[in-house]
């Protein structure tokens, strides 16, 4: 709908209008989005924000109480990892933990269950990026035979193009990117 994650997020924890989120309460609740995908505890967040561990452990129950789908989410692929000893990308590519299938060490178990709740966020991402980079490639000569895709810098491409060539290679670079994989 075209509003900030952030911001909504921000508001939804606090209990306010996006209008009334502070950058503050944005950078917390922005910290937190992100910190989830990587598996992040309340300890972990005092970390990247200003927050007191009492005050970034109630900031993730509020999280979780305001958005209890991603509770749900997370939980549901910790059971999954643990239970199959993998987790998939939405593409069906895998990424294995037998830590989790067969824990021995805390410590080795907790860092794999942290790898296995980002793999499928950032591991579908990954599979998006390549597969539009390689959409590009084979179609980036026909729009422009000079224009190179130079590299990749996390979801972003960067190309060298001749001026005169600009926009048409940017709408198509944007279309690739925007149609290559169907989402809902």
């Known amino acids: 709908s075209g509003q900030d994650i952030h911001t909504t997020t921000a508001a939804g924890i606090y209990s306010v209008e996006p ?3 502070t950058k ?12 989830l995908i990587y598996g992040m505890s309340a300890f972990g967040l005092t970390r990247s924000t200003e927050l007191t561990l009492a005050e970034a452990e109630d900031f993730v129950a509020a999280y979780f109480a ?3 789908g991603v509770k749900r989410y997370l939980d549901s692929i910790r059971n999954i990892a643990a239970d199959q000893g993998y987790v998939e990308t939405l593409l069906g590519r895998r990424r294995y933990f037998p830590a989790l299938k067969n824990p021995t060490n805390n410590q080795h178990r907790r860092n794999s269950e942290r790898a296995a709740i980002n793999a499928p966020i950032q591991g579908t991402a990954a599979d998006i990026m390549k597969m539009a980079m390689i959409a590009i490639h084979n179609g980036l000569n026909k729009i422009s035979p000079k224009a190179k895709m130079i590299m990749q810098v996390h979801d972003e491409l960067v190309f060298e193009v001749p001026e005169k060539d600009e926009q048409k290679v940017s709408k198509f670079v944007k279309e690739e990117m925007e149609s290559v994989v169907k989402l809902k």
Do not use: T
Not at 24 to 35: E, I, L, P, T
């Open 19 to 21: 209008i009334e989120v």
């Open 24 to 35: 503050d309460m944005r950078r917390d609740a922005k910290a937190v989005n992100f910190g």
């Open 66 to 68: 305001e958005f209890p």
